[in-house]
């Protein structure tokens, strides 16, 4: 044990810093303090405020080259008529388009920052907004998400930087809103439902009725929200029976081709839609299956889909339909991982005009066993054999390589955007998020693409 070199008991008590001051000036401090009810009087605007390299800038720049037409034409506040006047969808495109490159996907938080943070004070130009109008915004027009997506492909199209040759597609799961002990049976489900209707029934009636007529306005407020919130998980039961009945009789006709015992199914009473999947750490919780397909050469995400299937394996060509109908035109070759390889999924893309490149199943361990995987098999079909050929050569195994770099970075980038927890319900506003990552991921790589093209051609 090493002794102190001093005994504290021994040492003065140290000086205050009042004292050393005093010894050392003989007079009293002087210092600076806030003084927080000063008036000043700021000659600045916002723009000056902020910047000029900011990035908020080049997303507001971006977003007013987009054509927003789709949003514009349902406005009926109009010049030399009557009405109030719309907010300007460039802002809230550009809002959601800056709040999901810094990872924020909460209308709530959007709110307060658009309040308290200058790139967003800058982006509204002193424009009111609350959180219901940018929730609303994100929530709705799913058409109008999935046309903006196609027009900024298209447009990358019309300049020859993206070609969709060959396309890599991966998916993602997403945790959905809803709790693991929102799953309810189809005999709770019906309980819980009737409940619910006996809630909307006693909540009937005038606001005069239960509170009088001189009932404050506060009260009347709380009595409404309480009304619609009863309507509003009315409408879930429901939904969630339907999907309860739906899944089960998926699980019949899954049975009956297994052999396996039929499970009885459940389905949430926050997220009807949602099912329980396995994520990549192993474990089960209520979630989303995003799929992304993106152009290999570009890396440009040039499709997006959203399902709560817990399994890829029929993901590809209801895919490749729909990059037939956005661009007219099918990639000739198609990149995915073995939760993709099955023998439907090759067969049907193969009819679709585009190749597949997927891993082989166990093919390690045949080929530790002396067995070869690429030979056909039993019942192939001439796609698949050509399937098992290709991925056997040193090239095919070369161009399903270029699947990870892609996909992967994909996929990651989205979850560094925030894509790791749905903060909407239902899969028809999922999607409209998995679209706006998209849409951010487009505007992000397509300016890139751009900016090298310009430098090729000066």
């Known amino acids: 044990m090493t002794l102190p070199l001093f005994n504290p008991d021994d040492l003065p008590e140290p000086p205050t810093p009042a004292e050393v001051v005093h010894a050392s000036s003989g007079g009293k401090p002087r210092l600076r303090v806030p003084q927080r009810d000063q008036v000043e009087l700021r000659w600045a605007s916002l723009d000056e405020l902020l910047e000029l390299d900011h990035p908020v800038r080049n997303v507001w720049a971006a977003v007013c080259g987009l054509n927003l037409t789709p949003w514009l034409e349902p406005i009926k506040a109009v010049e030399h008529h009557v009405g109030r006047d719309a907010t300007d969808p460039r ?9 999901t490159i810094k990872a924020i996907g909460s209308a709530r938080e959007l709110d307060r920052l658009c309040r308290e943070s200058l790139p967003y004070q800058w982006l509204c130009g002193g424009v009111s907004l609350n959180y219901h109008t940018l929730s ?13 997506l196609t027009q900024i492909v298209a447009s990358l199209m019309s300049l020859e930087l ?3 040759e060959r396309v890599a ?5 997403v945790r959905a809103s809803a709790g693991a002990s929102s799953f309810r049976r189809r005999e709770r489900l019906e309980e819980c439902l009737e409940e619910a209707r006996q809630q909307v029934e006693a909540l009937k009636g005038s606001v005069d009725e239960k509170e009088g007529r001189d009932g404050n306005e506060r009260r009347r407020g709380q009595i409404e929200a309480q009304r619609r919130a009863a309507r509003e998980r009315l409408e879930r039961l429901e939904e969630a029976l339907r999907e309860c009945a739906e899944l089960q009789e998926q699980r019949e006709a899954s049975a009956k081709q297994s052999g396996r015992k039929v499970e009885e199914a459940r389905a949430s009473t926050t997220d009807p839609e949602a099912r329980n999947m396995a994520f990549a750490d192993g474990g089960k919780r209520p979630g989303y299956n995003v799929q992304f397909s993106t152009d290999t050469e570009s890396g440009v995400i040039v499709g997006v889909e959203v399902t709560n299937a817990g399994t890829d394996g029929d993901e590809l060509p209801p895919m490749l339909d729909q990059l037939k109908r956005r661009y007219k035109k099918v990639p000739g070759t198609s990149l995915v991982d073995g939760g993709f ?3 439907k999924t090759i067969e049907e893309s193969a009819a679709q005009g585009s190749t597949v490149y997927a891993p082989l199943k166990n093919e390690k361990k045949q080929l530790e066993d002396g067995k070869d995987p690429y030979a056909a098999k039993r019942g192939d079909s001439d796609a698949v054999k050509e399937w098992r050929k290709r991925m056997g050569t040193e090239e095919g195994k070369a161009i399903y390589r270029i699947r990870g770099q892609v996909a992967e970075w994909v ?3 989205c979850r560094n955007h925030g894509l790791r927890f749905m903060p909407v319900r239902g899969r028809s506003r999922c999607l409209n998020v998995a679209l706006l990552h998209a849409i951010v991921h487009n505007l992000l790589v397509g300016r890139k693409l751009r ?7 000066s």
């Open 91 to 99: 802002l809230l495109l550009a809002l959601w388009v800056y709040a």
């Open 136 to 148: 609303d915004f994100r929530s709705q027009g799913g058409e109008k998400w999935d046309a903006l």
């Open 162 to 164: 993206v070609k969709l």
């Open 169 to 173: 597609q991966d998916g993602m799961r």
């Open 341 to 343: 390889a099955t023998k």
């Open 411 to 413: 996929n990651a980038r």
């Open 451 to 457: 900016a090298a093209l310009e430098a090729a051609a």
